[in-house]
Every structure is written in C-alpha cells, then in structure tokens.
C-alpha cells in the first residue's frame, strides 16, 4: 500500500484565497483525522471522521474551515477565506480501528499564508 | 478533556548515552497511551503503544516505555541513543471510555550530540 497520499506538499497563497487539502487514506481504514501543526500549539486534531461521517468537528477553528469526506478514498479540508494565521503544516492520518491506536499519517501539506 | 503533558520541549543528550522522554495524562480513567516520532519533513509514525498487560512495552530503534497508572505517566527510554535518532517525539492518549479522539502531547525535540 502506498500509505495515506496528501497533496499539494506545500501551498503558498495570499490572504483571501480560498485553499483546499486533498487526502487519500490508507485503503480499508475506517477512520480519517485532520491535525493541524504549528511551533506554538503543537499537533491539534482537527476533525475525525468514522465511514466517511464527521464524529467531532470541535477542534475546527472557525467557520472559515470545512471538511469533507465524500467517499472512503477521499476527504478535503478548505480553507476560506485564508489568513496568515492559518499557516501550518496540515495532516491527515487514518487508521483501521481507532481504538489500537496506530495512525498512518501521510507526510502533510505545508501551508504558507501571506 | 484529556490532555498530554510532555515536560521537556527539547532534550539534548550526547551519542551513546541513556535517555528518558516524559510524558504525563491528565486524568487516571482507563486509557490507550503511545509514542510517535517525526523525522524531520515527514509524518508521524508509531513507536510503541500500551494498550493492556504488563506495563512496560518494548517498541522499535530499541525504545521502551512504562505506564505508571499511580503518576499518570508514560516515559519513554533508550539505554543507548544513535545520531539517527534525532527527531520529535509525541506521547498520545486516548481515553477508553470516552470518544476515539486520540491527543498528542507538544513534542519533546531529541538532539543528539556527537
């Protein structure tokens, strides 16, 4: 399996702007989560979603962010409008059974908000 | 809400020297801990994880960890560390009893030095 596949790698954008993450899980695993990386907060967990349906979202920061997962092999995070503060590295990680723990995180999407 | 503690954010320790990594949770229900390392540019991945049983739980590079219920505690070891060791360390808990929402702690940032 090529593991979890996340695109763009890195995305540098202007405030404003609308961005969107892309996330192909690990094929099989039934749940999906967003984190979001920064120097100051470390790793927040974003949203999870179980069989493509968002269990807990509170993590989102504001309505500025969605997310979707539109089948078992896709899920997006949007971002609009776009603020500085919003620059971070983003990643996404599945796992087959939450409860064993083992999540596979895919090598994230480095996010530059000017 | 659950929440991980990982007193040391970076840890200097010369090559071929023990290291301890600590991490505490914040709440004594019954939980799922971990480990996770990040080299640097890329995702996280699992170093080890308790789940039940014997309280010290052996991982991979020749990490160990020991889950003190009494101090809500879950350090992490290695007798002998090696350059390529260098890298973020997270400890992660998930609560049993509650949602599938698995915390990480900020990290703790192991520099080895030659």
């Known amino acids: 399996d090529a593991g979890v596949i996340q695109s763009p790698r890195h995305e540098v954008t202007e405030m404003g702007q609308e961005v969107t993450l892309r996330c192909k899980p690990i094929?099989?695993?039934?749940?999906l989560f967003w984190y979001r990386q920064t120097m100051m907060r470390g790793l927040e967990l974003l949203i999870y979603?179980?069989?493509?349906?968002?269990?807990?979202d509170s993590g989102m920061p504001e309505d500025r962010f969605s997310a979707k997962m539109p089948n078992a092999s896709f899920s997006t995070l949007k971002i609009q409008p776009s603020e500085p503060r919003d620059s971070a590295v983003y990643f996404c990680?599945?796992?087959?059974?939450?409860?064993?723990?083992?999540?596979?995180f895919g090598e994230g999407s480095r996010l530059t908000v000017l | 809400a659950q929440s991980v503690t990982q007193l040391d954010s970076q840890v200097p320790v010369f090559e071929e020297a023990p290291v301890e990594l600590r991490c505490n949770y914040s709440?004594?229900?019954?939980?799922?801990l971990f480990w996770y390392v990040q080299y640097p540019n890329q995702g996280l991945q699992l170093l080890l994880k308790?789940?039940?049983?014997?309280?010290l739980v052996k991982g991979i590079n020749g990490f160990e960890a020991e889950f003190n219920k009494s101090q809500t505690s879950f350090h992490l070891r290695k007798p002998s560390v090696h350059i390529s060791d260098t890298a973020e360390y997270f400890c992660?808990?998930?609560?049993?009893?509650?949602?599938?929402?698995?915390?990480f702690g900020k990290g703790t940032r192991l520099h080895i030095l030659p």
């Open positions: 979603f179980n069989n493509n349906v968002p269990i807990d």
């Open positions: 709440s004594s229900v019954s939980v799922y």
């Open positions: 094929s099989g695993h039934d749940y």
């Open positions: 990680a599945s796992s087959l059974d939450s409860r064993t723990g083992e999540l596979f």
């Open positions: 992660a808990v998930e609560d049993m009893d509650r949602d599938d929402k698995i915390i």
């Open positions: 308790y789940l039940s049983g014997s309280t």
